[in-house]
């Protein structure tokens, strides 16, 4: 996958960044998976945020791999008001707090 940027005024780091970032967090093969950024503008706020974002994503994909998150794009994820998760992981809340049949 190729994710392209020329101009952080024009096209915002952090768009580019989110993309990467629902990129990576695609259930694909890794070995199958390659991530691209090309930055035609060269700037200095893009490699940054970049780098930010590899260090995010070392703390994002096992969070979201544990909690069984269905949304995987994290700026998504921060703007809903609750978090949705798988419906195994529902199923699993309901299960426990339901012990006698009651609700």
Avoid: H
Wanted: aromatic letters at 14%.
């Amino acid at each position: 996958m190729f994710v392209t940027t020329t101009d952080p005024v024009l096209e915002p780091f952090i768009v580019t960044v989110n993309n990467v970032l629902s990129l990576i967090a695609i259930d694909y093969p890794t070995n199958k998976l390659a991530c691209y950024v090309s930055d035609d503008g060269c700037s200095p706020l893009t490699f940054y945020a970049s780098v930010e974002a590899s260090k995010f994503v070392k703390l994002w994909i096992p969070f979201y791999k544990k909690y069984n998150v269905q949304v995987r794009a994290p700026f998504k994820y921060f703007q809903l008001d609750e978090p949705m998760l798988s419906s195994t992981e529902t199923d699993d809340q309901s299960g426990s707090s339901n012990k006698n049949g009651k609700r």
